[in-house]
């Protein structure tokens, strides 16, 4: 760790290093706190190939050349990027960045003004690469590549034939224990034909070509409250770009939503989308690209980027104590009722 912070000029002796190893991602990465004399700093190390190319077919570059192709390293402001250093060296991608931590809201704690500062932040961020030519040129995902990296091992899962699974989706099921632990308690409170309607979900995709209409925009892939970082009133850092991708803004808006309204919301609060949110992202958006955009089409990729988000999320409606075991089935029926009306619409 020491030869690293020397490589991206931050001198440091070996000495006065202090290494925390963090957990609780999902990427399978191995990230660590390396506190020094001079401040904290967090470094992410990837190898160079990992399941992700196997799910895609391709090699997939993720955080490392983006960052160096300067797609977020220059985010339109407020947004930052909290990397300042990035090196491909012995088969691994390391990412050293400075420690935002301090600005991540502890769950129940994200508040309506934290969501309206985030909805403009990121309609920035869409309006900067809304319907660009060179979108299609970057080393990002789209939204089946995406959907895929969580569907196939939930649709391995739901069907019993994990062992059988393709090693690609036998790595995110054993890098990522939330989706294993969570699912079956996620068919119980369902039930038999919520589970069978869901497993169809995941293994159909043929929904998404809903979101392949354009405008496309860059999409930051994984906007939960664990990577949203409020360093001030005047600066707001987006964590872990490796879901990074291109498609219609509202996928990201929906996504975001779904865990933040819907799976794990404020004090006990009732699903909902916070219709109020979605206009204020809308006005925003508008004002940043100087004209409007077709309000009706954002509405109808918004649902199915819900019914997206519900695929590869919606087991996390069940992480919940034995207390709140009502409250979490009541949760599943809202969800599931919304997803099928969804999906019918989808057909027609």
């Known amino acids: 760790?020491?030869?690293?912070?020397?490589?991206?000029?931050?001198?440091?002796?070996?000495?006065e290093l202090v290494l925390e190893p963090l957990t609780g991602g999902r990427t399978g990465a191995a990230v660590t706190r390396i506190s020094t004399a001079a401040g904290a700093y967090v470094v992410k190390v990837l190898p160079e190939?990992?399941?992700?190319d196997g799910a895609v077919g391709r090699r997939y570059g993720g955080e490392g050349p983006l960052w160096l192709a300067s797609v977020t390293r220059d985010l339109p402001r407020p947004l930052t990027c909290p990397i300042f250093f990035v090196e491909h060296r012995d088969g691994e991608w390391r990412l050293l960045m400075r420690d935002v931590s301090a600005g991540i809201r502890a769950r129940g704690q994200f508040d309506d003004a934290d969501e309206r500062t985030l909805v403009e932040a990121i309609a920035r961020l869409h309006a900067h690469w809304w319907d660009r030519p060179d979108l299609a040129t970057l080393d990002i995902l789209t939204v089946a590549e995406s959907t895929r990296f969580w569907a196939e091992p939930l649709t391995a899962l739901l069907g019993g034939s994990d062992g059988d699974a393709a090693p690609w989706a036998r790595a995110v099921l054993a890098a990522f224990t939330p989706m294993a632990a969570l699912v079956p308690r996620f068919v119980e409170l369902a039930g038999d034909d919520?589970?069978?309607?869901?497993?169809?979900?995941?293994?159909d995709r043929a929904w998404l070509a809903g979101l392949d209409a354009g405008p496309h925009t860059l999409l930051h892939g994984d906007l939960r409250r664990a990577n949203i970082s409020f360093e001030s009133s005047s600066q707001l850092a987006l964590i872990d770009w490796e879901l990074a991708g291109r498609g219609p803004a509202a996928v990201d808006l929906a996504y975001h939503a779904f865990l933040h309204f819907w799976a794990y919301p404020n004090r006990d609060a009732e699903p909902d989308d916070h219709p109020e949110l979605v206009e204020h992202y809308l006005?925003?958006?508008?004002?940043?690209?100087?004209?409007?955009?077709?309000?009706?089409?954002?509405?109808?990729?918004?649902?199915l980027g819900w019914l997206r988000a519900f695929v590869v999320l919606g087991y996390c409606l069940a992480d919940a104590t034995p207390a709140q075991d009502e409250l979490a089935r009541a949760r599943c029926r809202r969800a599931f009722e919304r997803a099928r009306r969804i999906y019918s619409a989808s057909q027609r």
Not at 49 to 52: E, I, K, L, M
């Open 283 to 303: 006005d925003a958006l508008e004002t940043e690209l100087g004209h409007a955009i077709d309000r009706r089409q954002f509405a109808r990729q918004w649902e």
């Open 194 to 203: 919520d589970a069978r309607f869901y497993l169809a979900l995941a293994r």
């Open 1 to 15: 760790m020491q030869a690293l912070l020397e490589r991206a000029g931050i001198p440091a002796a070996a000495s």
């Open 49 to 52: 190939q990992t399941w992700r």
